[in-house]
């Protein structure tokens, strides 16, 4: 009886705090060290590792070294066959808290008791690319989410868009085909900048309202900590009376959702290719922690059919000036993996994870989705995916499946099946927990078919248009034309333009400027005018600007004035900004007055892509802004400039920043004057002692994240 309540206690406190899942972790993690000996697979220590046993000193290696086979043979088995998509990722574990609850609509705990801490784990990702392709590049993000609930594993499997290229699943195989490398040649690698993909969206009408999302600035996003997150599907939520209310699950960042511009994003993808992994991985190193609210748009039962478009098209959103987002509950990633093999390519999310509660519309792209997440699973690590620790749930769980490759528990139940003589694992009824599917009514011949609204495309593809700003839109045309320009067809030239078209006139007719052998047909219908408030990342109406979260270079050489940039360093962190030093070399560096600061950075090994914003500080002596006239310097700050980034300059380097750097750029009073200028973008201080002054304005610019009016287009760099 001791032991039972005792198991029950353990149970309850595993499941309600949010470390929980930490805690189970531990217990699958090996530490080695120097007092660990190093021994084979199976326990014997190991003499020596460096030099196979062999017949004299130049003699052939024998057979009968067991240890050299061992770990030969291992080594040549490490690697598990890649996803077909999302290869790509990275993954933290961190704890969900809901705030607002769902009573009376659902009767998942998750989203009810707002007690619970729950644990969780998110893993973001590229869509196309391989597991060894670049962060940055134009591509879908995957953002799936996991909460180990007291009630099992629920997995969002979503991504930073909320609409999808198909409406149907039996589809998917032959998009991935598409935008996959072509065949031939196996490139290009992780883009959609190619013939076959635009040849696949040219003939599938209902990847129009897709198109306009991934030639958005949303397809190149400045960190995974700036990404929203969107279950793209319509599921329902049910009570415990049985009543169903539609729902669309939304993820929010707190630092608002940002992108790099398409320069920057190319240049990073050869300077970094990891530059979202290690972006993320360094925040939560800090402890600056991301955090995303978890959002719900709601829709009654009743109310399912008043929509000009089907709750089920995973091609559609529901406009939040329709159905506003009600944000119920903060997601707090605070754990780095310890090892990624284990730990974030072995986990394995399946869209079917659903707890009681929650269950799935008709949604035909989901339908499918459901088989085939866990089907590839099972081909990836196999059918006992379930027991890797980052997969098991922190519940109690028992099932009576047997056997499978790598099975690893001995199961003391003799009748695994049911019913048993012995009663063993019965089921549970739904009032005391036990899934439940919805009792939904259905109907129809069966037969090949969509309804009817699943044949409109255009609409919201054309609302997309219509709700970005003037630079959103520049981006838009000019993405479409770099992604036309690397394919060599001209049929597939002519079919996106005339896609275009359907979305937008002028659009079309803006893109086909840098296509002259193709046609801009006549407009077929005339925009319909409409926009939603809440899809601009520059000016939508629910847009988070802050300066928390950034990175900012300050760049220093040894002689840098101390009181130019102490006050600046305080003053950021203050706020949660992460300062990086940059230096001819790092380690440290010291100031005219003996003070010293670590340089993380070089101006050799870094770019200023790394980074949200630079400030270029002066020095006590005048040679310390000629000290300023190399290549690198003037680069970084050319570059940043006309990546439309907050810089500043402080003291002697603003004659330097103004003169050398970006002649031409500001006036001659901003040079000179005793207070601080801002033109363009950029802080000027020449005058000592303006450092609380410069931080706050600084951190006013930064929190805009880009300049959009400034222009670059003279700018070299």
């Avoid at 930073?160 to 991935?176: G, Y």
């Avoid at 003939?203 to 990404?227: G, V």
């Avoid at 248009?465 to 630079?471: D, E």
């Avoid at 597939?492 to 193709?518: K, M, S, Y």
Wanted: with cysteine; proline share 5%.
């Amino acid at each position: 009886m001791a032991a039972t309540v005792q198991k029950a206690v353990k149970t309850a406190v595993n499941t309600a705090v949010g470390d929980a899942k930490t805690r189970q972790m531990k217990e699958f993690t090996l530490e080695h060290d120097n007092t660990t000996p190093l021994t084979t697979y199976f326990g014997a220590k190991v003499s020596e590792t460096d030099v196979a046993l062999r017949a004299g000193a130049r003699g052939p290696t024998a057979l009968e070294d067991f240890h050299n086979r061992e770990k030969i043979s291992h080594f040549d088995h490490e690697r598990i066959p890649e996803r077909a998509v999302h290869a790509r990722g990275a993954g933290a574990f961190g704890e969900f808290k809901l705030h607002t609850a769902l009573t009376g609509i659902t009767s998942a705990p998750i989203l009810t008791d707002t007690s619970r801490v729950t644990p969780a784990y998110v893993r973001f990702s590229t869509v196309n690319g391989s597991r060894g392709s670049a962060d940055t590049v134009r591509d879908p993000r995957g953002f799936a989410a996991r909460l180990y609930t007291a009630e099992g594993n629920w997995d969002i499997v979503g991504n930073n868009i909320p609409v999808f290229f198909i409406q149907d699943a039996i589809k998917f195989p032959d998009l991935v085909h598409a935008v996959k490398p072509e065949p031939h040649v196996e490139i290009p690698q992780a883009q959609t900048a190619h013939d076959n993909a635009w040849d696949f969206m040219g003939l599938h009408s209902e990847s129009t309202h897709m198109q306009t999302w991934i030639l958005s600035d949303r397809a190149i996003p400045r960190s995974y900590r700036m990404m929203q997150g969107f279950g793209v599907h319509t599921f329902r939520l049910v009570n415990d009376e049985g009543k169903s209310t539609f729902v669309k699950f939304h993820w929010t960042p707190h630092l608002g959702t940002h992108s790099l511009v398409w320069d920057e994003a190319l240049k990073l993808a050869g300077q970094d290719p990891d530059f979202h992994r290690r972006d993320l991985y360094d925040a939560i190193e800090v402890g600056a922690y991301p955090k995303w609210e978890l959002g719900v748009q709601l829709v009654a039962e009743e109310d399912e059919h008043k929509f000009d478009f089907d709750l089920l098209d995973a091609t559609k959103i529901i406009p939040e000036d329709l159905v506003p987002v009600q944000n119920i509950g903060t997601l707090t990633l605070n754990r780095n993996p310890v090892d990624y093999f284990t730990e974030v390519e072995e986990v394995a999310f399946c869209t079917q994870h659903i707890v009681p509660g929650i269950d799935f519309t008709s949604d035909p792209l989901l339908q499918g989705r459901n088989f085939s997440y866990f089907d590839t699973q099972i081909s990836r690590i196999g059918i006992n995916f379930g027991d890797i620790p980052v997969n098991r749930p922190v519940c109690p769980f028992a099932n009576s499946l047997s056997d499978g490759h790598m099975q690893m528990f001995s199961k003391a139940n003799r009748t695994r099946y049911h019913p048993n003589r012995y009663d063993a694992l019965p089921v549970t009824k739904p009032e005391n927990g036990g899934f439940k599917s919805y009792p939904e009514a259905v109907a129809g011949v069966k037969e090949r078919i969509v309804g009817p609204k699943f044949k409109e495309h255009i609409a919201q593809a054309t609302l997309f248009y219509n709700s970005m700003s003037a630079v959103e839109k520049k981006h838009m045309i000019e993405a479409a034309q770099f992604e036309l320009s690397k394919c060599a067809e001209s049929v597939v030239h002519q079919t996106a333009v005339d896609r275009f078209n359907l979305i937008d006139h002028d659009f079309a007719v803006a893109v086909a400027e840098a296509l002259p052998h193709v046609k801009v047909p006549d407009a077929v219908k005339p925009n319909h005018g409409k926009r939603s408030e809440f899809l601009s990342q520059v000016d939508g109406k629910t847009q988070t600007f802050t300066a928390a979260g950034r990175k900012i270079a300050i760049y220093i050489l040894p002689g840098y004035e101390w009181s130019q940039v102490e006050p600046l360093k305080l003053a950021f962190e203050a706020r949660g900004i992460m300062v990086k030093f940059v230096a001819p070399a790092t380690g440290a560096v010291k100031s005219a007055g003996g003070q010293e600061l670590v340089a993380e950075f070089t101006f050799e090994n870094s770019r200023s892509t790394y980074f949200d914003a630079l400030i270029f500080p002066g020095g006590s002596d005048p040679s310390y802004a000629a000290k300023l006239k190399t290549g690198r310097l003037i680069h970084a700050a050319r570059e940043a400039y006309m990546h439309l980034k907050a810089i500043a300059a402080t003291g002697n380097a603003v004659g330097w920043l103004a003169d050398v750097a970006l002649p031409g750029e500001f006036s001659a009073d901003a040079k000179t004057g005793t207070s601080v200028a801002q033109e363009n973008g950029v802080l000027l201080a020449p005058s000592p002692g303006l450092g609380v002054e410069v931080a706050g304005m600084f951190m006013d610019a930064v929190a805009k994240h880009r300049v959009w009016d400034r222009e670059v287009s003279h700018i070299a760099a």
